[in-house]
């Protein structure tokens, strides 16, 4: 295959499949099993409790831990072959911020803005600094930065180069209301267009708010998945209580 | 070009940071220079003994305060977890290896650059040479290269401080061994040609661990 040129399994819609995933370590298995799929511009939520396999889903997803089996596309693209052309398409946003608390704000994210080959990066950097409401702390250290205000740069760092694909791990981990909403704003106005998005949290109401679509994870297997339309928060709480076990 | 452009952006930020700090180069200089000092207090007086063990001196010095440098290759990007921050970015994970390898190599470099012209004072020696310069270049490449991957694997386990010198010194002794050699001779007035065999280990050794390590390291790095 010439450089630059990625193999496209699946010309659909779907802006993530997944087939027969699964990840162990040492012999434990955490996911057993995953189908799921999102279309384009479909927003679908993953609750689950602790240990249920959210986060090392996000990661295989996100490329950055390889399944022990199974496969999955983005935007018709084989992670096998074509992991760097994925992750040019998603934006990953987790309660971990990767960013340096030695470098400024700005130099956070320059140095993104570097990895990803975005055009004209000073243009996009203050106007997502306006976005997160940060262009007046855009040369502070990051290390200076309250938890929220750290989260909320790192929302700007995920958007930096207009990512088609969202992938959130409990992105409202230390988020005040405020930052909730911007975030919330911030997804919606990527590049116009709604991008896909994958976001698991713990807290039903805001996972409800903000998706389509909506699933439960136990026990590493997909329990339970319902149109968001379909449910509402009291319906979501029995379905969540008899999937996991856990009382809420 | 992209490659070079993205290593370059890694090996910067690594750079930029530890101007902030400092604590890389501070602690391993500080560490090369009480081991300089102590040694020439414990050895004392005489010129022939000084010829004899200095080059030694001088490669346990290096390479201590090398793996000091090199345990904090990975600690920030662990610590902030920004190594998954890397490894969800549209690179090959080998920039990560060579653009930390560089940031690695420059700070080693320094703390060489500062601690030779003190071992040069108080051990009298003729340090400033084109063979010494040589020797060290090559035996810092060599070291950093196989360092590089071991600080990205010993980063990962708890106790990285004790394991990344178990598992690493032995590795690069015949990097150290040929420095010692190498450096020996050069010290002694040795000719081009007396140390060109030595010179020639320190070469075959780096290109060896270099691309290993380059190979390798999307293995270390994936789990």
């Not at chain 1, 390889?66 to 935007?75: A, C, E, H, R, Y």
């Not at chain 2, 101007?19 to 000092?37: G, K, N, P, Y």
């Not at chain 2, 050895?43 to 090199?70: D, M, R």
């Amino acid at each position: 295959m010439a450089a630059g040129e990625h193999k496209v399994m699946d010309e659909g819609t779907w802006a993530i499949e997944t087939k027969g995933l699964t990840k162990s370590f040492s012999g434990h298995r955490v996911l057993r099993g995953i189908d799921i799929r999102v279309a384009r511009g479909e927003s679908v939520v993953i609750f689950g409790p602790n240990g249920a396999g959210k986060t090392t889903l996000i990661k295989i997803l996100a490329t950055i831990m390889n399944p022990t089996s199974g496969v999955f596309l983005v935007n018709g693209l084989s992670a096998r072959d074509s992991a760097e052309a994925i992750r040019r398409s998603i934006g990953v946003i987790t309660h971990q911020t990767y960013l340096y608390g030695t470098l400024t704000a700005h130099e956070n994210l320059e140095f993104y803005c570097r990895l990803y080959d975005v055009p004209d990066p000073e243009d996009r950097i203050e106007e997502l600094a306006a976005l997160v409401g940060l262009a007046s702390r855009l040369h502070d250290r990051v290390g200076t930065f309250s938890r929220g205000m750290q989260q909320r740069l790192s929302i700007a760092r995920a958007l930096l180069h207009h990512p088609s694909v969202m992938l959130l791990d409990e992105p409202e981990t230390g988020l005040d209301q405020q930052a909730v909403m911007i975030l919330r704003d911030a997804l919606r106005a990527v590049t116009g267009q709604r991008p896909s998005i994958v976001l698991t949290t713990h807290n039903l109401e805001r996972g409800l708010e903000l998706s389509d679509r909506l699933l439960i994870l136990a026990q590493g297997k997909i329990a339970y998945e319902r149109p968001t339309r379909a449910i509402d928060l009291a319906g979501l709480r029995e379905a969540y209580c008899e999937c996991t076990g856990v009382r809420l | 070009m992209s490659f070079l452009r993205k290593t370059m952006a890694i090996t910067r930020k690594d750079v930029l940071s530890e101007a902030r700090t400092r604590e890389i180069i501070f602690s391993a200089l500080l560490f090369a220079l009480l081991v300089i000092v102590t040694f020439n207090f414990a050895f004392g007086a005489g010129q022939a003994e000084l010829a004899l063990v200095a080059p030694g001196i001088l490669w346990v010095t290096f390479s201590f305060a090398g793996v000091l440098s090199l345990n904090r290759a990975f600690v920030p990007e662990k610590e902030e977890n920004c190594l998954e921050g890397l490894m969800a970015s549209p690179i090959p994970r080998e920039v990560i290896y060579v653009g930390k390898m560089l940031a690695s190599f420059l700070f080693m470099i320094v703390i060489e650059i500062i601690s030779l012209p003190v071992f040069a004072l108080l051990f009298d020696l003729p340090v400033f040479s084109g063979q010494l310069v040589l020797i060290t270049f090559l035996a810092t490449v060599g070291f950093v290269a196989v360092g590089t991957l071991f600080a990205a694997l010993a980063v990962n386990t708890k106790a990285r401080e004790m394991v990344l010198p178990i598992l690493f010194l032995p590795v690069v002794v015949p990097i150290i061994i040929s420095a010692v050699k190498a450096s020996g001779l050069a010290l002694t007035g040795g000719s081009w040609g007396d140390i060109g065999n030595w010179l020639g280990i320190l070469g075959a050794f780096d290109a060896i661990f270099l691309v290993v390590s380059y190979w390798v390291f999307n293995f270390v790095i994936e789990e």
